[in-house]
């Protein structure tokens, strides 16, 4: 039975390694697809490995974004912010999807978080879909189906590559590269040009590669929920 409800996976995770730099939810990846998926007649949870107050990469408040700007003046979505459930305390039966916002903080707390992984599966056994950009896929990485295959095993899928992370300077920041990763546990991982859009549907499976495919994830999703037409 639809729901109409998606679980916004939003990391809790805000220290960018010894770096000294901050890190978190990166803006546009959450305030992007959320308009497009409210727009489509879709609510939205807010959900993270510990629960309550999430931290936003500073590197990406940019407010001459439109989206950005009014996701950021919205008190209801502030406060649900601040009050995010914990992946624990989440019910696979209340969604249709689970998307996974990208941030470096992701690659530090979604791995290896079992409230999480067992969300995805028991949704996309539920045939709900699952969806993720840039580091969120970080979120697939460990998820196992009931017939212990991993979910990204033979799908085709985007994700920040590892040439962006070199790009980034951040390639010996991060535990581990997400492409190559990804690729160890069976993904068919599709490269667009450093920082281009990228959106990739495989079946209920809908990744982007970076802050640019944002919006092509969420308008994705409604296409595999609502079977609308999609490009991608």
């Known amino acids: 039975m639809a729901t109409n409800r998606i679980a916004f996976i939003l990391t809790s995770h805000s220290k960018l390694g010894d770096t000294g730099n901050k890190t978190g939810y990166f803006l546009s990846e959450v305030a992007h697809p959320y308009h497009v998926l409210r727009d489509a007649g879709f609510e939205i949870d807010f959900i ?3 629960g309550g107050d999430v931290p936003m990469d500073p590197s990406s408040h940019d ?18 912010l601040q009050q995010t459930k914990a992946a624990s305390n989440a019910n696979a039966e209340d969604y249709d999807a ?39 896929p970080s979120g697939l990485v460990n998820v196992t189906l009931s017939d212990g295959s991993y979910l990204v095993d033979g799908k085709r899928v985007a994700c920040f590559t590892d040439s962006e992370e070199r790009a980034m300077e951040l390639d010996d920041v991060v535990p581990f590269l997400l492409q190559s ?3 160890e546990r069976g993904a068919k991982v599709q490269t667009a040009d450093d920082f281009e859009p990228q959106v ?4 209920r499976l809908v990744t982007g590669q970076n802050p640019a495919s944002a919006t092509g994830v969420g308008e994705g999703l409604i296409h595999v929920l609502k079977g609308t037409t999609a490009t991608a």
Request: aromatic content about 8%; glycine content about 10%.
């Open 181 to 183: 990763t990804l690729e």
């Open 48 to 50: 993270s490995p510990q």
């Open 63 to 80: 407010l001459e974004d439109p989206a950005n700007a009014a996701f950021l003046d919205d008190e209801t979505v502030q406060q649900a």
């Open 98 to 136: 689970i998307y996974f916002a990208g941030g470096h903080g992701t690659v530090w707390d979604f791995p290896e978080n079992k409230d999480l992984a067992e969300l995805t599966t028991a949704i996309y056994e539920n045939d709900g879909a699952v969806g993720a950009v840039c580091h969120g």
């Open 200 to 203: 990739v549907i495989d079946g």
